[in-house]
């Protein structure tokens, strides 16, 4: 893919999901994060509709032994095959009564072996980070259901997720939240009724903070989000903006929608989760409560919506919904991800290997809040634009842009 054209839609736009009869047979890779964590939620709550037949961990073998017991006790699994990333834990889980009955090996060999499983219907890719992108394409070049919240897989990969999902006739439904509310609102639409999209954003703890408080801005401050529960990384990434940064490209390449016409607004609500503007001016806007479980309820049983205990929105007792225009200067990862997405192919990959080191540099206390987009923005000007054709370039690219990241963190 040429990444500075408009993307064809990968997201499948005017379509409709296949019918699944049945339980979706479902492979839930990163079961023991926060997406894994309410997906097995969800299989709980509707064991006829979802049944998970895999599950990865990196590393919190444990706590995955007591959602495997939870969901084989209502009938939502039956001996799933299990994949542990890490060697150490590997050895914990062949030691487990319940992981051990069906344990693939470590390493990423058992995590594409999770997401290429004979017998599945859908995969929900729930990793983090850059990790998530081979086995988005095996699931995809298997010709799966790809419930797909690990974005990155999209910023680093598009084009090839785009090539992967054409020849194995793969769907991919996205979970994030505000892509999610676009299908909702774009559902049975055809591509030329659209004009363009706009992606709310919460603006995160530090929305309202002056530069000496974000210079300031320590780990627990940040984590501190005000409306959703999420892991770690995606947490900061919403403080700094960079995560809508990242779903700017994402919406491009889900639904082929040029950067000038993707816009961004700060709803500090989280009410709204996005909105599609047709040619004729009519705006159509997906409103709920913050839960990521409609959304992964949503993508799994193929767009439909299905009973759900969550909180209801009371308009009356909301009373009004406030909108503003993000702060660019305060806040420069919206704009470095965008300039990234417009050049394409190497860029979004430097972007978001910058992005991941930083974040986690900072997770460390090892640098300061600002810092992040420093030393992405110092990342990107020394990384020349390249397209990118296959996986080993990048991953080679994603190398080479970490180990330019890590030259500008100090070292302990
Ligand atoms: N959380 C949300 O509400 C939310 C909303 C929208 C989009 N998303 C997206 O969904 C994805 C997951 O986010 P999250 O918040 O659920 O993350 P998380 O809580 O950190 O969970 C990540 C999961 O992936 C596993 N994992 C981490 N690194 C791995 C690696 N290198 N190889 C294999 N497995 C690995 C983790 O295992 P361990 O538990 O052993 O560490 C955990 O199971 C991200 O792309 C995020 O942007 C999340």
């Not at 940064?245 to 016409?261: M, T």
């Not at 965008?338 to 050049?343: I, W």
Request: aromatic share 4%; glycine share 8%; net charge negative.
């Amino acid at each position: 893919m040429t990444s500075r054209e408009p993307a064809l839609p990968l997201y499948h736009l005017g379509g409709r999901c296949r019918s699944i009869p049945g339980p979706v047979r479902t492979v839930l890779l990163g079961a023991t994060g926060s997406i894994g964590t309410q997906t097995v939620d969800l299989a709980l709550q509707h064991p006829g509709e979802i049944r998970l037949e895999g599950l990865t961990t990196r590393s919190r073998v444990a706590d995955l032994a007591v959602l495997v017991k939870r969901l084989e006790d209502v009938g939502a699994a039956d001996r799933p095959w299990i994949s542990v990333l890490d060697i150490d834990a590997h050895a914990a889980a062949a030691a487990d009564p319940i992981l051990s009955r069906r344990l693939l090996p470590p390493g990423e060999d058992g995590l594409l072996a999770a997401a290429g499983l004979e017998g599945v219907d859908c995969v929900v890719n729930g990793l983090v980070g850059a990790a998530g992108l081979a086995p988005t394409l095996v699931a995809a070049e298997r010709g799966r259901r790809l419930a797909l919240a690990n974005k990155e897989s999209l910023v680093i990969g598009g084009g090839l997720v785009a090539e992967a999902v054409r020849r194995g006739g793969a769907e991919v439904i996205p979970v994030d939240s505000e892509h999610s509310a676009l299908a909702q609102c774009l559902c049975g639409r055809s591509p030329e009724e659209l004009e363009s999209l706009i992606l709310t954003a919460s603006g995160g703890p530090c929305r309202d903070w002056d530069a000496v408080q974000l210079a300031n801005a320590s780990r627990a401050d940040v984590l501190a989000h005000p409306t959703w529960e999420m892991g770690p990384k995606i947490t900061v990434d919403s403080a700094t903006l960079m995560n809508k940064g990242l779903e700017v490209i994402e919406a491009h390449v889900l639904f082929g929608v040029a950067y000038d016409a993707i816009d961004v607004v700060v709803h500090p609500g989280s009410v709204v989760h996005s909105l599609a503007v047709f040619r004729d001016g009519a705006m159509m806007a997906q409103l709920g409560a913050p839960d990521m479980r409609v959304p992964l309820l949503y993508a799994i049983t193929g767009e439909r919506h299905l009973p759900l205990a969550t909180d209801r929105i009371d308009l009356k007792a909301l009373g009004a919904l406030r909108f503003a225009a993000p702060d660019e200067e305060r806040f420069p990862c919206l704009r470095l991800a965008r300039d990234a997405g417009r050049a394409g192919g190497r860029m979004t990959i430097a972007l978001n290997a910058a992005n991941e080191e930083a974040v986690a540099a900072f997770l460390a206390d090892r640098v300061g809040f600002l810092d992040i987009p420093r030393i992405i923005a110092s990342t990107l000007d020394s990384t020349e634009p390249a397209d990118v054709s296959d996986l080993e370039t990048a991953l080679a690219y994603d190398r080479e842009a970490r180990r330019l990241a890590k030259e500008r963190i100090p070292t302990l």
